[in-house]
């Protein structure tokens, strides 16, 4: 490329140029030029030329040979910014104003991007020439690959930044002695750099772990050149703690083990979180007795041990009779007291062995293995420890110089291998811890097939239940009641249940299940309307429209908080005459809730409602 123009086509030849001076000197720097071009064709970094426009003038093969493109492609059709990065673009954008007007720039840095997409690290050094005018005409400009220098400088900024992390970091030679460590090492183990040096990481060995751990730790770095696990080590302080230990080692191209890096960080707190994680998961936060889920699991493990040896086992499941009267008269902080307590005497109780939990509220699960290979052996073996558990919880418990008593009902089934699954053993249990409590309490029972083939029927009974009213199979009868001189005054309503399988149910068969399932509100709520319903209908007539019909009502039901608001609504809606409706009470209700069920029936009564008390003398 010429700083100026070409010479004059019709100078004649032989005759001395107008400025001959001039001319010489321009066919000199042609030549100068043209040598510098041949030159940079053979050097080891990038060079070239770009015109006032920007467009590259010339390029040699070094940088073609980084950008990936041919010199057809650039010359006179490309611009830096088509090889520039974002940000390299627009500090390139800003630098070519002031080399115009400076004439140079140098130690520029500028990532170039290759056709391939390849990034690569400059250094720019760039020199403006103009013509005798002072025109800027080109520039040329070399760069030199610097990208190995920068990754160089970027891996240095991280390993220091890595270095100098919360991680301890310890370097050892090819021989295990330490040669470096980090900050963070010093904070961790209390050990400076200077006391580290020249030791070997045995500086911190806690005595914890015998020979033959770091025996295998040195095989595995050998065989894979990678270990990693937990280590308990000692603190200068002479404090033991646990930490994750990962090391690795370091070899060079020809394969030679040259140094060891191990980072680790402290996992104390961690290992104390996930004990406490544990000991909420498995154990009861009262009695610290292990809870259902911990239960569960060594129960399963007691029916494969049975299964392997041939013993029988033993579940006692226990509850305390009358618990709910001491908390609700003492409160609960009193009532915690006494559950720890028999927890501590229950495990005074047993073997070693055998596992004591609590399955929630007062309700403790013994459960006893290695008993007898023989049934009825076994069988004894469980009752005398029901014995010893019921003569441990009668002694008496002394809180602020006052003593309290109490009793216990334990329900027992044995278990064998895998005949019964874990559930069915603990419900089986359940069923005659029930029998103790419906026979008169403080006593042991032991399961027997006749007390579930009982829950089964219950159980179907109660889902019978659950339809009958929605079939209308339940009916009111009318038991006439009688004056002295057999007039009819009025009428019993009589609750029965007509199913159509199993014919007419006994109300002592369906009634209690009621009251233990709820089902007794809605029950009773469909017997109040329909007995108001009744005595609607018998208002229109004059044989009948003086009697007084009677309804009984649960306890349940009536300390309902809405019971009086229920009765008012069904009899606004049913235009039954209130003063021809009679509740009947049980002894126990009135007992039981005296100031409650006394405001309740001031309110009925004020409605017009009377009351009678059903089986009286039968209970108190």
Not at 96 to 102: C, E, G, S, W
Not at 439 to 446: D, E
Not at 523 to 544: E, H
């Amino acid at each position: 490329m010429k700083a100026t123009g070409q010479r004059q086509a019709d100078q004649t030849p032989g005759e001395a140029p107008p400025g001959g001076i001039q001319l010489g000197l321009e066919q000199q720097f042609a030549a100068l030029e043209a040598e510098l071009d041949s030159l940079y064709e053979v050097v080891p970094f990038g060079c070239h030329s770009l015109g006032p426009d920007g467009t590259y003038l010339c390029i040699n093969s070094k940088e073609l040979e980084w950008l990936g493109y041919t010199r057809e492609e650039v010359i006179g059709k490309m611009k830096p910014a088509d090889f520039l990065t974002p940000d390299g673009n627009e500090k390139f954008r800003q630098l070519f104003p002031r080399l115009i007007k400076n004439g140079h720039i140098e130690n520029i840095e500028l990532e170039l991007k290759g056709k391939d997409g390849t990034t690569r690290q400059t250094l720019l050094f760039a020199t403006a020439i103009n013509d005798t005018d002072g025109q800027f005409l080109m520039s040329r400009s070399v760069l030199f690959d610097i990208t190995a220098r920068s990754r160089a400088e970027n891996e240095q900024r991280i390993a220091a930044i890595v270095f100098n992390t919360h991680e301890g970091i310890i370097i050892t030679d090819d021989h295990g002695v330490i040669i470096r460590v980090n900050p963070a090492f010093t904070k961790l183990t209390g050990y400076s750099e200077t006391e580290a040096v020249g030791h070997k990481p045995s500086l911190l060995q806690s005595g914890r772990h015998g020979p033959e751990f770091y025996q295998r730790m040195w095989a595995a770095l050998k065989k894979k050149g990678f270990w990693q696990g937990e280590v308990w080590n000692r603190r200068k302080n002479g404090k033991i703690y646990a930490e994750w230990l990962t090391i690795s080692a370091v070899v060079s191209p020809e394969g030679v083990t040259t140094n060891y890096v191990g980072t680790f960080s402290d996992i104390t707190k961690n290992k104390k979180a996930a004990a406490e994680i544990h000991r909420l998961a498995y154990y009861d936060a009262l009695t610290h007795l292990p809870n259902r889920v911990l239960l569960s699991d060594r129960l399963a493990q007691a029916l494969a041990g049975g299964q392997r040896s041939g013993h029988y086992g033993a579940l006692l499941i226990l509850d305390l009779d009358n618990f709910k009267k001491l908390n609700d008269t003492r409160g609960h902080a009193v009532g915690d007291l006494m559950l720890a307590e028999i927890a501590l005497r229950l495990l005074n109780v047993i073997r070693e062995d055998d596992t004591v939990a609590r399955m929630g509220g007062d309700e403790f699960v013994i459960m006893l293995e290695g008993l007898s290979t023989d049934a009825a052996a076994a069988a004894h073996q469980a009752s005398l420890v029901g014995d010893k558990v019921l003569k441990a919880i009668a002694q008496p418990f002394t809180h602020e110089n006052q003593e309290f008593y109490f009793t216990a009902s334990i329900g027992s089934c044995l278990f064998h291998g895998h005949d019964e699954p874990a559930e069915s053993l603990l419900k089986q249990a359940d069923l005659a811890l029930h029998k103790v409590k419906s026979s008169g309490r403080n006593a042991l029972c032991f399961f027997n097939p006749a007390m579930q083939t009982t829950q089964d029927e219950r159980s179907s009974l109660e889902n019978n239940l659950h339809h009958a009213l929605k079939h209308s199979q339940l009916h009111l009868h009318y038991q006439p009641q009688m004056d002295a001189g057999r007039h009819i005054i009025g009428a019993e309503a009589l609750l029965r249940w007509a199913h159509p399988e199993r014919g007419i149910v006994p109300p002592d068969d369906f009634i209690p299940l009621a009251e233990d399932t709820g089902m007794i509100l809605p029950i009773g709520r469909w017997v109040i309307a329909s007995a108001c319903a009744q005595l609607k209908t018998w208002s229109t007539s004059p044989l009948t429209q003086e009697l007084v019909l009677a309804v009984n009502v649960s306890s349940r039901q009536f300390n309902q908080p809405d019971f009086v608001a229920e009765v008012r609504q069904i009899l606004n809606e049913s235009g039954a005459d209130p003063t021809r409706l009679k509740i009947e009470l049980t002894e126990s209700i009135v007992i039981d809730n005296f100031a409650g069920i006394t405001a309740q029936m001031l309110e009925l009564k004020n409605l017009g409602i009377s009351f009678s008390m059903d089986d009286f003398g039968t209970g108190f």
